[in-house]
């Protein structure tokens, strides 16, 4: 006989929820017309789920988005960096701890002490029909971050194929929840067609019908909640083998509008909004930012990733900035409102001459009207390069602090993380760094402010 088997999926939401009621609604809907005519369903989830940039994540450090998981009625998700590296070891740790789902990764694991009782490197679901569909996954190779944070990672590739090879045994089919981007799915395909399929993320790339690249089929979702996809698969019982899959793209803004949606909405802002609008410190007068010069905030801020890092100098872009600090009582809303971004500081070591060389491209004029996205950015545009205890004067000597730099000692600079994968200075990307987590912007100047203003 001839089995279908359907499969919803996301992917990188990233705590975008405006399509979220309808689509949970029509899966739901869907999955329950499947069941009454006896074909077997499952919702997955590839990672990236929430992200700290929305105040109702923020405000519930992740745990909003497990209940919006549940409710959804999810089978098995994975990690996405987003939840792997934004959160502390605790509340990583935590995470899942009310979870209904399976929650899969193999390669990544507790440094000390055990894994939490959530994580697991497969699980393997039965349909109806007695099918069993082995689910693997793993994240993006984020080793340094994880290792800072006290989890340690294994070789994403190698791991996948191994447990592909072991589940082959036991299951009729294999398939891959990876949060590992395009590049790695498709060497992945390549070098382990025994995976049936791949579920893709990470990069937010787009597959309308999917990429068959090796025999193993390849999704990708795009990002935002702007799809879900929707895979089918006939498996052939007689011959245990898969006769077709198929996997599409259902456009979720296409779908029909559900009761009370933007109500639904409202109430998760609201929620964030209570948790969020709590005082935190006192200012005498207002902060003005600036995209394209110096300001007021940009003093400030200096000041407290140069105390916080214990750096010689700083540097950082304009457009991180996305409001002014208010005159009056500071909530950490106000301090979201201003740092959404999941962005970490790190210090790197630099001799003389390569201090010169970041000063030079520090001046590049076409940074400062960047449209930036990605890189943990989320604010509109990239905005002037910004540069404080390091500077170079008209016989292009380095000063530090005021005082010529000597040439034969080693300075710290403390930058964004962003700034450390090698788009803006390729020679952050292999200089001697520490990051420092795993405090976001935001929270390094709520420390700072609490001691500041009560001078």
């Not at 011959?239 to 998760?268: A, M």
Request: proline share 3%; glycine share 6%.
């Amino acid at each position: 006989m001839l089995e279908k088997i359907h499969i919803f999926h996301t992917n990188d939401l990233h705590s975008h929820f405006k399509y979220w009621p309808r689509m949970q609604s029509y899966v739901k809907e869907k999955r329950a017309q499947f069941a009454a005519i006896g074909e077997t369903s499952y919702l997955f989830d590839v990672g990236d789920h929430l992200d700290r940039s929305n105040i109702y994540t923020e405000a519930t450090i992740g745990q909003g988005n497990i209940q919006l998981l549940n409710e959804a009625g999810y089978d098995v998700v994975t990690i996405g960096n987003n939840e792997g590296i934004t959160l502390s070891h605790d509340e990583l740790y935590h995470l899942y701890d009310e979870a209904t789902f399976d929650v899969v990764v193999a390669n990544v694991h507790a440094s000390l002490g055990d894994n939490p009782t959530w994580m697991k490197p497969y699980v393997v679901l039965t349909t109806t029909h007695g099918t069993k569909i082995a689910v693997i996954a793993a994240t993006a190779m984020f080793e340094i971050y994880y290792k800072e944070l006290n989890w340690q990672m294994d070789e994403a590739r190698s791991t996948l194929i191994r447990l592909t090879l072991q589940l082959r045994k036991e299951a009729d089919i294999v398939v891959c929840l990876s949060h590992l981007g395009i590049t790695e799915d498709e060497l992945l395909a390549e070098e382990c067609p025994d995976i049936d399929v791949i579920f893709g993320s990470h990069t937010h790339h787009v597959f309308p019908n999917g990429k068959l690249v090796n025999g193993v089929l390849l999704t990708g979702g795009g990002k935002y909640g702007q799809f879900t996809g929707y895979l089918v698969v006939e498996y052939d019982k007689k011959t245990r083998k898969i006769v077709e899959k198929k996997d599409t793209l259902i456009h979720n803004k296409d779908l029909p509008e559900v009761e009370n949606e933007q109500e639904i909405l409202f109430s998760f802002e609201e929620k964030a909004t209570r948790l969020l609008d709590k005082p935190i410190f006192k200012t005498e007068k207002s902060y003005n930012k600036e995209w394209f010069h110096y300001s007021q905030l940009s003093h400030l801020f200096a000041q407290a990733i140069l105390e916080k890092s214990g750096a010689d100098g700083a540097l950082f872009n304009a457009g991180i900035f996305l409001d002014s600090l208010p005159k009056g009582i500071v909530t950490a809303l106000d301090l979201h409102k201003i740092f959404p971004h999941p962005i970490n500081l790190c210090t790197i070591e630099l001799s003389v001459s390569e201090l010169k060389e970041i000063l030079v491209q520090s001046k590049n004029e076409e940074w400062p009207y960047i449209e930036l996205k990605g890189l943990g950015f989320r604010g509109v545009i990239f905005g002037k390069m910004l540069l404080y205890g390091f500077a170079m004067n008209d016989d292009r000597q380095i000063l530090v602090n005021g005082k010529i730099a000597d040439s034969d000692r080693i300075y710290k600079l403390v930058t964004l993380d962003m700034f450390t994968f090698g788009y803006f200075y390729p020679s952050f990307k292999y200089a001697k760094k520490k990051y420092i987590l795993p405090d976001f912007l935001r929270n390094i100047m709520l420390d700072y402010g609490q001691r500041f203003f009560k001078q």
